[in-house]
């Protein structure tokens, strides 16, 4: 089935810091989506990207959609301590149902 | 901001029980979902529901896992016969019908299997 790595796993960075994660799959996805997830939460949309190539920011988010559609990065700046969480990249696979399949998470810690 | 909620948050139950863990999806949703996540673990796809039917499963939505929206708002997941490792965030989503339309997430159920 399809599957999303994602890089790093876990990243542990002092307040103030930029930080750069990245999801990549074997498979062409129509849409990407990344999400937060604190403990004992669910997922929460952060961006979604629609078009291959797009580069989307929110606040100090950004994230860009793979001109292959097979991947997709995500920006931090200026991390603070509330960043902390599991981001977790989702491809969206068409067709009639439009599931979710999500990466593997990268662990976010920060320092402050 | 409407959003989908979930009951009960969590719950405990012995295993060989049914469990029934029962979700309100966002009103104007038509497509509705359960996911599961195990602790520490990537979100799963377990189920999608459209139109009063099952439009998709995965290979984990076995014959112990049903679904039902048993009236207008409800979207129900129940377990039967609970195992050990069925012990996990169970996660209730909808979305719009226009292709393309982000999926929005509950809060989850927490389900221990003991």
């Known amino acids: 089935g399809q599957q999303l790595n994602q890089s790093p796993q876990s990243m542990f960075i002092q307040e103030g810091e930029d930080v750069s994660m990245n999801c990549t799959s074997s498979s062409i996805f129509n849409t990407w989506l990344w999400y937060k997830q604190d403990p004992g939460e669910g997922p929460v949309l952060l961006i979604a990207?629609?078009?291959?190539?797009e580069l989307t920011s929110n606040g100090r988010l950004t994230a860009q959609f793979g001109i292959t559609r097979k991947d997709s990065f995500l920006n931090i700046s200026a991390s603070i301590p509330s960043d902390v969480g599991i981001y977790f990249c989702?491809?969206?696979?068409?067709?009639?149902?439009?599931?979710?399949?999500f990466g593997t998470g990268t662990l976010l810690a920060v320092q402050p | 901001e409407p959003e989908v909620t979930q009951t009960p948050s969590h719950q405990v139950t012995q295993m060989g029980q049914e469990v029934i863990l029962r979700c309100v999806p966002i009103s104007n949703h038509l497509y509705f979902y359960w996911y599961r996540q195990i602790l520490g673990q990537k979100v799963e796809f377990l189920v999608s529901?459209?139109?009063?039917?099952?439009?998709?499963k995965s290979e984990i939505f076995d014959d112990q896992f049903s679904v039902e929206r048993p009236d207008g708002s409800n979207f129900t997941l129940k377990i039967r016969s609970t195992k050990l490792e069925d012990s996990a965030m169970y996660f209730c989503?909808?979305?719009?019908?226009?292709?393309?339309?982000?999926?929005?997430f509950g809060e989850g159920s927490w389900l221990t299997v003991v």
């Open positions: 990207l629609y078009k291959a190539g």
């Open positions: 989702a491809g969206l696979y068409g067709g009639a149902t439009n599931k979710l399949i």
């Open positions: 529901f459209y139109n009063n039917e099952i439009s998709e």
């Open positions: 989503a909808s979305r719009t019908a226009h292709s393309g339309n982000t999926i929005y």
